[in-house]
């Protein structure tokens, strides 16, 4: 990796001008634009909680148990059967979501609300509660990619029509395939936004099977980390346009989840080819090469025990990050350009004596940063609101989230 110039976070965008478009979504009928995103006009919510299939006890967005430790879909849960999208359907490039939709943990058009997130989170992947609402927070209200008054979330293209409670004052509300706001270039299976001309949602056989040979099959951290620097280091170089933000910290986390979250307890918690290829939605063929199917919770699949965590995260996304390191920052003129962020960042790279609790102070950060102007009268200014929902969430042992100074 060669870093030619380092810059604060704040100053990249005038060194690469491909980033003036912030949003950075297609738009009309680019892939991912909102003349190309499915529509079903028949939107159902996600099947409601059973007495009889409690899983998690997680239902309204309120904390479950925290329990896991059972199967899912449950015996008998008809409600929760697989059932492939159709092509009014929405699915995005996040595929423990687009497994969830299948299975109606969420709703199976893919238009899916803050509670359903909660709750499918937890009650299907024992996600803590302290994550799931990090990850719903982020991409409604901090990301823009959903909105903030109705809660809604498109967990793939554009589908403000049905997400924004006012498209012409929200403007465009891009979902999750919004570009470099929770999905990033280097991505384990998916195409760069640029380099695909806008396509960073489909899922990419030929990167899965790359994924497959790299880590042998076996998909731990060791295995991961290791593929995730070959993948960094592929895109930066045929990616003319590559920009790895701080963003990028996600990309560890989502990484974590295929062997922290999709392990079958039935297997002794190994993170097996058969297992990920399924929550991928990739069917492996006679001569090696893989067939694009819908995802799917692998059947008699059963979860894991203890519920995951912000602070889980931040450790694994550490431990996988400081394996093999990489840059944060982007191309500019055919050359690398680093950032700063300190004291966690410097020189493009994330500090060797960073801590679990620094990445958690970090991800804080991001959490942290401004709304839209256009949000000043419909929610309370962030800081407050932010600092308010970590407490309640987390404890005031986890105030600020173990940040030197308070956040402001």
């Not at 102070?361 to 839209?372: A, D, E, N």
């Not at 932010?386 to 005031?396: D, K, M, P």
Request: glycine letters at 10%; hydrophobic letters at 35%.
């Amino acid at each position: 990796m060669k870093i030619t110039q380092v810059l604060p976070f704040v100053g990249l965008a005038n060194a690469l001008p491909w980033m003036a478009d912030k949003r950075q979504q297609s738009g009309g009928a680019q892939p991912g634009g909102p003349l190309t995103c499915p529509f079903n006009p028949n939107h159902q919510p996600a099947a409601r909680w059973d007495p009889d299939f409690p899983y998690n006890h997680a239902k309204l967005g309120l904390p479950g148990k925290g329990k896991g430790g059972y199967k899912v879909p449950a015996d008998g849960d008809t409600a929760h059967a697989f059932m492939p999208p159709t092509d009014k359907d929405i699915r995005g490039p996040c595929p423990g979501l687009n497994a969830l939709a299948n299975h109606n943990f969420i709703a199976r058009d893919g238009i899916t609300d803050y509670n359903e997130l909660l709750d499918a989170l937890q009650n299907v992947y024992n996600v803590g509660y302290d994550l799931a609402n990090f990850l719903a927070f982020y991409a409604i209200y901090v990301a823009g990619l959903g909105d903030p008054v109705t809660k809604k979330l498109s967990i793939g293209c554009d589908a403000t029509t049905r997400t924004s409670w006012s498209p012409i004052i929200t403007g465009s509300e891009p979902g999750l395939n919004g570009h470099s706001k929770m999905e990033i270039d280097a991505s384990l299976t998916r195409n760069d936004f640029f380099a695909a001309g806008g396509d960073n949602f489909s899922f990419n056989t030929t990167l899965f099977k790359m994924f497959e040979q790299s880590t042998s099959g076996l998909f731990d951290v060791d295995r991961i980390s290791k593929y995730r620097h070959e993948r960094w280091h592929q895109c930066q170089a045929e990616n003319p346009q590559f920009y790895f933000p701080i963003l990028g910290l996600f990309q560890y986390g989502a990484a974590s989840f295929l062997y922290e979250l999709w392990p079958n307890g039935n297997e002794g918690y190994v993170p097996n080819l058969h297992n990920t290829a399924t929550f991928f939605g990739a069917h492996r063929l006679p001569d090696g090469n893989y067939l694009r199917v819908p995802e799917r919770i692998p059947s008699n699949w059963v979860n894991r025990e203890k519920p995951y965590f912000l602070l889980d995260i931040a450790s694994e996304i550490f431990k996988m990050y400081i394996k093999n390191p990489v840059g944060f920052g982007g191309n500019a003129g055919g050359e690398f350009i680093g950032i700063n962020h300190p004291p966690y960042i410097n020189d493009g790279a994330l500090n060797a004596n960073t801590t679990a609790q620094d990445v958690a102070c970090l991800l804080y950060q991001i959490l942290s940063r401004p709304v839209p102007s256009t949000l000043n009268g419909i929610v309370t200014p962030l800081v407050e609101a932010t600092e308010a929902l970590l407490i309640s969430l987390f404890g005031v042992e986890y105030n600020n989230l173990g940040c030197p100074l308070a956040l402001t």
